[in-house]
């Protein structure tokens, strides 16, 4: 279905057709709490490229409490003062971008960069867990026919809170001042992040997000590309339908409609009219559910792909420092 600006009326009022499991703060509030105990064993060596004028290169490695071994990418900028950290997460299924693009972010905003591959995708980091289901649909099903804390996605929030207790030790980067980007699955990465961590979290630019409002999903027939595990694990294991309200809660805790109220910090949202991978009406679902200061940028003839104009946008967002945010947005 393609959406146009037309409908903005309803998708402005759309708040979400996935559930919400009843337990779902506590429930994080542990998952939160387990990766807050789990032993830090990590290590921070020289990148593939020597330091570069102001650049330093290096990668993270390190270890989930389930033996996967984890890598990320951090760049900082050469600074006789704190620097901003911004947490960049990539799109799925894949890996963090390279060097070069990671650096522009550094070197138009001045900010250290720490990347993550998530785990048993298209990178580095390696995925040591056992999960109860099948493996052949994609990461989104991974884990859901065991509990919910099996899930794929909770053992990479799992992750991303290690690497976060890891940046708090990082010398250099000033922790008033922590941001979070991505698109797709690396928007619905960054704004899972941004509320499981509202007191780091200063800012989070959100792009298209992934895993967002998943039995909407299902109900229009849109679980194809990225989503399309979702059709898969219901004609091979729910033929009939019996436990499609069972699926849904479980997926709900993973759904980023239901971290959006949880968000404390100024967002700046973007969406294509034309996506047909990641539906407008979806990353409505999200986008109203936030209670934060926000800003939704609409651009109705992109899709799912690269919107240089919100690239442009970014700049301006995460560099300015004053209440006067969305209205300087406007000049840009």
Request: charged share 20%; with cysteine.
């Amino acid at each position: 279905m393609k959406w146009q600006p037309s409908d903005r009326a309803f998708l402005e009022s759309y708040r979400g057709t996935t559930p919400c499991p009843e337990d779902f703060a506590a429930f994080w509030a542990e998952r939160m709490a387990q990766a807050e105990r789990a032993p830090l064993e990590w290590e921070l060596t020289d990148g593939p490229f020597p330091a570069r004028g102001s650049v330093r290169y290096q990668e993270l490695h390190f270890r989930a409490p389930d033996g996967s071994r984890l890598y990320a990418k951090y760049i900082r900028p050469a600074s006789d003062q704190p620097v901003p950290l911004l947490l960049h997460f990539h799109g799925y299924p894949g890996a963090t971008r390279n060097w070069l693009e990671l650096t522009s972010y550094t070197a138009s905003m001045g900010v250290a960069m720490l990347a993550m591959d998530c785990r048993g995708q298209g990178g580095s980091s390696l995925d040591a867990a056992a999960y109860q289901s099948t493996r052949s649909s994609g990461n989104m099903i991974l884990g859901l026919d065991g509990p919910p804390e099996q899930l794929y996605y909770v053992k990479v929030h799992q992750d991303i809170a290690l690497m976060i207790r890891i940046a708090r030790q990082l010398p250099g980067l000033d922790l008033d001042r922590v941001y979070v980007n991505g698109g797709s699955q690396g928007g619905a990465l960054a704004l899972a992040t941004a509320a499981l961590h509202p007191d780091l979290i200063k800012k989070a630019g959100i792009q298209y997000p992934f895993l967002s409002d998943f039995q909407k999903v299902w109900e229009m027939d849109a679980d194809l590309i990225a989503y399309e595990g979702l059709r898969y694990y219901m004609r091979w294991f729910d033929p009939q339908g019996l436990r499609t309200g069972e699926i849904f809660r479980k997926l709900g805790y993973v759904d980023s409609i239901n971290f959006a109220p949880l968000i404390r910090c100024p967002v700046l949202f973007a969406t294509g009219f034309q996506d047909d991978i990641c539906p407008p009406v979806t990353q409505y679902a999200v986008y109203n559910r936030i209670a934060a200061p926000k800003r939704h940028l609409l651009y109705p003839d992109f899709a799912h792909e690269e919107i240089q104009a919100f690239d442009d946008r970014l700049i301006r967002f995460f560099c300015c420092p004053g209440s006067h945010l969305w209205e300087e947005e406007e000049h840009l």
